[in-house]
């Protein structure tokens, strides 16, 4: 069964780091564009970041741009997204999320598979 583990959240004071991790169960991910959104309580989901199967196209959402960083690691199946700089805005649910796109896409229906989702708190 597909499956996409999203883990790393906690809580944190403003302007304090966190690095989340996304673990997916198959090698087929390896090609996937990978993505991270987030939902706050009565909010849309939101797009956060996105990289591409091969590691050289990302793209970031305004609100997060300049403080997060997405990258692959561990055979292409495992993605972080490392985020500095934290806001008490920040505080959501944060999913990761694959699509078969070839290119680091911002759209939610794009992507099909989704993790479970990771809390984050940010505290002023």
């Known amino acids: 069964q597909v499956q996409l583990v999203d883990s790393g959240g906690g809580w944190v004071q403003a302007g304090g780091s966190l690095r989340l991790s996304c673990a997916a169960s198959?090698?087929?991910?390896?090609?996937?564009?990978m993505g991270w959104f987030r939902q706050a309580p009565g909010k849309e989901r939101e797009f956060v970041a996105a990289i591409t199967g091969s590691g050289r196209s990302t793209a970031y959402g305004d609100s997060v741009k300049g403080r997060a960083t997405i990258s692959r690691g561990n055979a292409q199946i495992t993605v972080y997204l490392q985020m500095n700089s934290l806001k008490p805005e920040d505080t959501a649910v944060y999913y990761c999320?694959?699509?078969?796109?070839?290119?680091?896409?911002?759209?939610?229906?794009?992507?099909?598979?989704w993790g479970q989702g990771t809390q984050v708190t940010v505290s002023s």
């Open positions: 198959e090698r087929t991910f390896s090609i996937y564009t």
């Open positions: 999320a694959a699509s078969k796109n070839s290119w680091p896409t911002m759209m939610r229906n794009d992507y099909i598979y």
